[in-house]
């Protein structure tokens, strides 16, 4: 241990080749690597309990996701002469024992910003730095280093986006290492190395669920989606609030984020092509709405998370607001379930279950209504499901988000509150996308479609749906019930005021 030339990379997010430190640094020197993923049982195994199919701690359509990408690696590891290890067990642990088992001299993993992976990551690096083993951990996951954005802003993250993006500045640029083999894999001891498992092996049933997520996961994936989405014209001309949250055939976003969030995709390499169509295209979009201004946003919520202690709850958390949210289990369970009965929202719901993604305004919609446009229930309690549910769930976006949009932080105007009946139908007045989701609307006239409830009885026979009874009755009354949110909101600024000038007025400019 700690004398022979060999390298551990130990593989967490940064799924992929391209644009990674850690592993350019492993393979660099090293007479053997070993490449390693270890599987967690707690991230993996089936929960009976769980309000949907997956684990205690993800729903089954990233869990899926994520085995595709560590296929999709250990092919491409393959294919310059290595191979994926795969070991089981808590993550520390393991690699603890891997350490004391492998010839090794070198640790090499991402950086995470993420409390989990820092708690993890004190454990290995402590015994691999007692054992002599060189620990290279390299940021990578961002563009920019948290540290040093905190750093430059005197000890604290800047919690406006326009401040953000001043102080960043222009990121590294990504790796350039094209690799032609990698040095083989070493002795490997008593370790329990396994394939990569499917979702059967996990003990998933065949018909667990009945949609899965039309994203497929992996580096190939990414790649071949990035080189898609970079279209000179579509690019320089990207502007966040201008896209169709209701278009599922061909989204109007690139939906590279559950590739981000794996690390599928370097984010400095996404970044570098953007900036490459913008030199090409001089008249292009700015940030915050532009392509590249999304990037920033990503940078923005993972420095405010890092910087920021207690930032996933309310309580104890120096830049949430304290509201008196409800405690209403009935009306989450109507949310997450899709039986609000307001369409745009239920469709919406279903999506992210069968989908696991949906466009950055739909989420706006439903966490809105979940917390303060219509049921006042806690942002935590929203959080989770998303949480649970999204292929691309990130700690730092998802917390971020949802304190964004239920005015916690970042953004206050909580009087504008997105309507669950005319929003949608903005977008999309025929309502073909919620006759997607939900069939048992799909014959309802278009005057109807919205607000279904208000369809005569005679039409409500024809389109074969009976409100009540088919599908259900809306769980409030949106405009009692946004007036009701409006003015404990009220109430609950006022008891805030102090917080109040905790953040920067710029903040309220920052309207995606
Ligand atoms: P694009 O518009 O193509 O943007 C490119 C990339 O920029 C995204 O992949 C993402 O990495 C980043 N980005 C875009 N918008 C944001 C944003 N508002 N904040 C931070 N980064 C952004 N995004 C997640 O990746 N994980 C989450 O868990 C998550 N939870 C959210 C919860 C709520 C309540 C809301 C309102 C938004 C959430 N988002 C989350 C942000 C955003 O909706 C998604 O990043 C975006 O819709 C992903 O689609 P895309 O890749 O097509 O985005």
């Known amino acids: 241990?700690?004398?022979?030339?060999?390298?551990?990379?130990?593989?967490?997010?940064?799924?992929?080749?391209?644009?990674?430190?850690?592993?350019?640094?492993?393979?660099?020197?090293?007479?053997?690597?070993?490449?390693?993923?270890?599987?967690?049982?707690?991230?993996?195994?089936p929960d009976p309990n769980a309000f949907s199919p997956?684990?205690?701690?993800?729903?089954?359509?990233?869990?899926?996701?994520?085995?595709?990408?560590?296929v999709d690696l250990d092919l491409n590891l393959k294919n310059l002469g290595s191979r994926l290890l795969i070991l089981k067990g808590d993550p520390a642990e393991v690699v603890i024992h891997c350490l004391k088992e492998w010839n090794v001299s070198k640790l090499c993993f991402e950086y995470d910003t993420e409390p989990y992976y820092q708690a993890l990551d004190v454990k290995v690096k402590n015994f691999a730095l007692a054992a002599g083993i060189e620990?290279?951990?390299?940021?990578?996951?961002?563009?920019?280093?948290?540290?040093?954005?905190?750093?430059?802003?005197?000890?604290?993250?800047?919690?406006?986006?326009?401040?953000?993006?001043?102080?960043a500045g222009e990121p590294p640029s990504p790796l350039t290492t094209v690799y032609s083999s990698l040095p083989p894999v070493g002795h490997l001891g008593s370790c329990d190395i396994f394939e990569v498992p499917t979702i059967t092996d996990l003990g998933y049933g065949e018909a667990e669920q009945?949609?899965?997520?039309?994203?497929?996961g992996g580096e190939s994936e990414a790649l071949k989606r990035l080189d898609e989405c970079?279209?000179?014209?579509?690019?320089?001309?990207?502007?966040?609030?201008?896209?169709?949250?209701?278009a599922f055939l061909k989204p109007a976003t690139t939906v590279l984020s559950p590739y981000l969030k794996f690390g599928c995709l370097s984010s400095r390499y996404f970044y570098q092509r953007i900036q490459d169509i913008y030199r090409s295209m001089p008249k292009h979009s700015s940030p915050p709405v532009s392509l590249s201004g999304q990037l920033l946003w990503r940078e923005f919520f993972y420095t405010a998370a890092f910087g920021t202690p207690n930032f996933d709850r309310m309580k104890g958390n120096r830049i949430c607001k304290q509201i008196p949210w409800k405690d209403d289990d009935k009306l989450l369970e109507a949310w997450r379930e899709a039986r609000t009965g307001f369409p745009w929202i239920d469709a919406i719901m279903i999506q992210l279950r069968r989908w696991g993604w949906m466009h950055h305004l739909a989420r706006h919609s439903v966490a809105c209504f979940l917390t303060r446009g219509d049921l006042f229930v806690h942002w935590e309690k929203g959080r989770d499901v998303f949480e649970r549910l999204l292929i691309d769930s990130?700690?730092?976006i998802n917390n971020g988000n949802w304190m964004w949009l239920s005015c916690s932080s970042f953004f206050y105007q909580y009087n504008r509150i997105y309507s669950p009946t005319t929003f949608g139908k903005k977008y999309d007045p025929n309502g073909d996308y919620i006759r997607h989701f939900l069939p048992v609307l799909k014959d309802m006239p278009k005057e109807y479609i919205y607000e279904p409830w208000t369809a005569p009885k005679s039409i409500q026979t024809k389109a074969n749906c009976i409100i009540g009874k088919d599908y259900p009755i809306p769980v409030v009354s949106h405009d009692s019930a946004s007036k009701e949110c409006r003015r404990k909101m009220g109430e609950a600024y006022a008891l805030n005021k102090e917080l109040n000038g905790l953040v920067g007025e710029d903040d309220l400019k920052n309207l995606r």
């Open 54 to 70: 997956g684990s205690s701690r993800a729903g089954l359509n990233r869990i899926k996701f994520l085995l595709e990408s560590l």
């Open 210 to 216: 009945d949609e899965f997520s039309p994203f497929k």
């Open 230 to 246: 970079m279209k000179d014209k579509w690019v320089a001309n990207f502007e966040k609030p201008k896209g169709n949250p209701s």
């Open 1 to 45: 241990m700690g004398s022979g030339s060999g390298s551990l990379v130990w593989f967490r997010k940064g799924i992929r080749i391209h644009d990674n430190p850690a592993l350019e640094f492993a393979s660099r020197t090293a007479s053997h690597l070993y490449p390693v993923f270890v599987i967690d049982p707690h991230y993996m195994k």
């Open 135 to 167: 620990v290279f951990s390299p940021v990578s996951h961002t563009l920019f280093n948290p540290t040093d954005i905190i750093h430059k802003n005197g000890g604290k993250p800047p919690l406006s986006y326009q401040s953000f993006v001043k102080l």
């Open 394 to 396: 990130d700690w730092a």
